[in-house]
């Protein structure tokens, strides 16, 4: 082979490393299907994901792509190593990305890639995406507004003048899917915790009711999810249950202080909910008055926690984002309406297991409820 055919190869295949990006970027995934071989692989040991073929390429770019909130991906060229129609190469990737579920960060990267000549140019055989750096901390920018259309290109259907505009997903409120919540279920068991996924706020309610025996003493910390599933009527306008929270009311707050510190602190079962709950098997529970949080941390001789899907979050960094830009805002708007001020995270707990003398329950559900 000369050496103008071994230069047009190289930058052939550089060409190839870029409109790998491109079509990543412009999220043109039959353009990005089309760039491997009948056989080409796409491995991402990390995230974890190995799709064989174009056909599973394009679905699982979709998959993927479904995820994001935003994404940026730079790309810089490697070492190439050519031999006759077949070659191995590098690429060096530098991204940004916040996914619907509120998980974000950025990352360095290498593609590790092997390419084969064939009848319609270099193709990729294989592309294994290797991790070298990672950083989840909160990203202080975000993206200005929706994507804006752009000039069309080989997989476009429309003028770019008129191509549709998505809006920008919420995050925070995407209810997590079955593998998400299996994976927070099996890691809060592991931390100790009793996990049971439920359908729902019914499904939740009726549980609640063959957990706690007639006659408990009841707290339950103040939660929409209760609100909404009944719980909190159940307990505390009720006559199974003996309720924490309607005695506190009774009770003179600077006469019977002592009394009344007791009475939160220790009851036979406290039911509430929490702010995050993370993949890694953790519960994140913030609080303005510290009302409840004696009795999570031992006092109770039962906690029992409901939980909306939407909560589930990758890791205690996203978490407490979570905390302070989507269940703050919310609570103290309620706060405002209800008592005239603004709500405030002055407590934040971080369960990693449930106290030893106090039995955690974890009841997760599979639909998005509260805040």
């Known amino acids: 082979m000369n050496d103008f055919q071994a230069i047009a190869d190289r930058v052939e295949i550089q060409a190839l490393q870029t409109e790998f990006t491109d079509a990543v970027m412009m999220r043109e995934r039959g353009r990005l299907a089309r760039l491997f071989t009948p056989d080409g692989v796409l491995r991402m040991p990390d995230v974890p994901v190995e799709l064989v073929g174009p056909e599973q390429i394009l679905a699982g770019g979709e998959k993927l792509q479904e995820q994001w909130d935003f994404f940026v991906q730079t790309t810089h060229p490697g070492a190439i190593r050519i031999d006759g129609d077949t070659a191995a190469g590098r690429a060096y990737m530098h991204e940004v990305v916040r996914l619907k579920n509120g998980a974000e960060g950025l990352n360095y990267a290498v593609y590790h890639d092997r390419y084969r000549r064939t009848e319609e140019g270099w193709r990729i055989a294989e592309r294994v995406y290797e991790v070298r750096y990672l950083d989840t901390t909160p990203l202080t920018g975000s993206a200005p507004r929706a994507a ?17 505009q998505a809006a920008a997903p919420a995050p925070f409120t995407e209810p997590a899917p079955a593998d998400r919540l299996e994976r927070a279920a099996a890691a809060l068991a592991a931390n100790g915790f009793t996990v049971e996924i439920l359908d729902g706020l019914g499904a939740a309610r009726a549980r609640v009711e063959e957990l706690i025996p007639a006659d408990a003493a009841v707290f339950t910390g103040a939660s929409e999810t209760l609100r909404l599933s009944g719980i909190d009527e159940d307990v505390n306008a009720g006559d199974r249950y003996r309720s924490v929270k309607s005695r506190a009311l009774a009770m003179d707050r600077a006469a019977e202080a002592d009394g009344l510190r007791r009475l939160v602190a220790t009851p036979d079962v406290v039911v509430g909910s929490v702010a995050a709950v993370t993949e890694t098997g953790s519960l994140v529970v913030a609080s ?12 109770a001789g039962r906690a029992i926690w409901i939980v909306g899907a939407q909560k589930v979050v990758p890791d205690l960094p996203t978490a407490l984002r979570r905390v302070e830009t989507h269940a703050l805002p919310l609570e103290s708007a309620r706060a405002r309406a209800a008592y005239g001020q603004d709500s405030a995270v002055n407590q934040l707990l971080v369960l990693n297991a449930p106290a030893r003398m106090t039995a955690g329950t974890v009841l997760l559900l599979r639909e998005a409820v509260g805040y």
């Open 148 to 164: 804006a259309p752009q000039a069309a290109g080989p997989d476009s259907t429309a003028p770019a003048s008129t191509a549709p």
């Open 288 to 299: 303005g008055t510290g009302s409840q949080l004696p009795a999570y941390v031992g006092g």
